[in-house]
């Protein structure tokens, strides 16, 4: 039943001690069950749309040290370029992973002011005035679903070095440990490469301590510039990162 399951799943951190069998030989078997749906929120989630759900929770059980997992088949991962029908979906990942990755660097009511509905109206804006051949969008979807977006051209300040921008990278926060925002990064840079750009720089908030980290570990270095971004009449301090590219 639910019960059974949620108590399993409760007990999942004391459980190899309580039958002295070791968390690598046990086998997890969670995928799309109901209680998943409830663990996420979501009671009425169809079977069909609980995969994001349940690989998030299996991620919780990877940390816990479990290794065996039975599951449904997901599947696989694809990026292609972002269209105007994707926007709802682009806005609702970019709306979901600010508020998680700017949680105690912004106020509550900023917080809840970025919604999806806020943020249409510049990715509508953006692919209307983009040129399709230097500047884009590109999505990674599985099975339909929007799990993450980057958008990457020309740097938006001239720059005599001719370098590539890294406008925007999001992923959404069910899904992120995943290596998806890894993917949709090497993406992006080799579109840069592509156009014959020698770096590429993208701004972080300077208080966005995970996403320096996720940079500063794929090489990104930062280069000492700085900017102030206005953000509900806040002041947002921003810094500079670079990366070369290779030919």
Not at 15 to 32: A, Y
Not at 110 to 137: I, K, N
Not at 160 to 187: C, D, I, K, N
């Amino acid at each position: 039943t639910y019960a059974d399951d949620r108590a399993l799943w409760e007990l999942l951190p004391e459980l190899p001690e309580r039958l002295d069998w070791p968390k690598e030989r046990f086998c997890l078997g969670l995928s799309r069950k109901r209680f998943v749906a409830w663990q996420a929120g979501d009671p009425t989630c169809p079977p069909s749309e609980r995969d994001a759900a349940t690989e998030d929770l299996h991620a919780q059980a990877f940390r816990m040290g479990y290794r065996v997992f039975r599951t449904h088949r997901l599947p696989t991962p694809r990026i292609r370029k972002g269209q105007v029908a994707d926007v709802p979906s682009v806005a609702r990942v970019q709306a979901a992973a600010l508020q998680a990755a700017y949680r105690g660097i912004l106020s509550a009511p900023q917080l809840a002011a970025l919604t999806p509905a806020h943020l249409e109206a510049p990715l509508m804006r953006f692919l209307a005035e983009a040129d399709p051949t230097t500047m884009g969008l590109w999505v990674l979807e599985r099975g339909g679903h929007v799990l993450g977006f980057v958008v990457a051209g020309p740097a938006s300040v001239s720059d005599p070095m001719g370098t590539g921008e890294l406008y925007a990278l999001h992923v959404h926060p069910s899904v992120w440990h995943r290596g998806h925002g890894r993917a949709l990064l090497r993406f992006a840079l080799d579109h840069l490469r592509a156009l014959g750009h020698p770096q590429a720089r993208l701004w972080v908030a300077e208080r966005n301590a995970r996403a320096r980290r996720f940079y500063e570990a794929l090489g990104w270095e930062a280069d000492g510039a700085t900017r102030t971004m206005w953000e509900s009449g806040i002041a947002l301090r921003e810094c500079s990162y670079r990366h070369r590219l290779a030919s």
